[in-house]
């Protein structure tokens, strides 16, 4: 028997074992990750829905649960939005969305008509 040929043969072994274990490793990181981060989405939603809920049912006809939200530039995000209807059928409602203000890094306030050219 050539030793050569059977130690390559063993060692091809390990390395596959090893590759399979750290494959799995990182899948397994990977789902607890996004696992988590499912979890946490989900817990926000259901506050975001008990704080409209709660100012509905105040009498508020509109709801936002957010007075200040800060999303960087190339990002997007979810806000929640809650609208009473009080006609006695089915309502469409149209949301009208402007800029206010907005600030650079230093939180500096940026002129309106700059921030709207270079669409903030």
Known sequence: MNKKGI????????IVI???????SGI??????????EDIKTQLDEQTERQIEASLGQGKMISVPFKRKTIGRGESDILGLGVLNIEDHRTEFNVNISLS?????????????????IDI
């Open 101 to 117: 203000s907005a600030y650079d890094k230093n939180k500096d306030l940026i002129d309106q008509n700059l921030a709207e050219r």
């Open 28 to 37: 397994l990181i990977v789902r607890r990750y996004f696992s988590t981060a």
């Open 18 to 24: 090893i590759s399979l274990v750290i494959l799995s």
């Open 7 to 14: 130690e390559l043969s063993v060692n091809f072994l390990v």
